[in-house]
């Protein structure tokens, strides 16, 4: 059985920072593609960072490339979204996920993390 927890979020003002965790069983991080998503509300979930595994390559957002770096521990089984200068506009429940169906890019995963709430204020 294949289960995510996130964890990490919070209340921060722009320009601060915080890191997500996302502890997995039932999945080997270091082996299989992780994503995270985020979700605002009356919008629909958009993409934000993925990794082919342990050292593998990672992807981007366009509108958080240069301030999110998405990481694991191998040790931990943890997949890690570091968030620097937040904006108000990265307000949003953000979710990791694994086994995609399709590209890294779209939301179809297997497997969904129950999520964690980001607010930034301004």
């Known amino acids: 059985q294949v289960q995510l927890v996130e964890s990490g979020g919070g209340l921060v003002q722009a320009g601060g920072s915080l890191r997500l965790s996302c502890a997995a069983s039932?999945?080997?991080?270091?082996?299989?593609?992780m994503g995270w998503f985020r979700q605002a509300p009356g919008k629909e979930r958009e993409f934000v960072s993925a990794i082919r595994g342990s050292g593998g390559p990672a992807y981007y957002a366009d509108s958080v490339k240069g301030r999110f770096t998405i990481s694991t521990d191998n040790a931990k089984n943890t997949v890690y979204l570091q968030m620097n200068s937040l904006k108000p506009e990265d307000t949003a429940v953000y979710y990791c996920a694994t086994d995609a169906r399709g590209t890294l890019f779209s939301d179809m995963y297997n497997y969904w993390g129950q999520g964690t709430q980001v607010t930034v204020s301004s």
């Open positions: 039932g999945r080997t991080v270091s082996r299989n593609a």
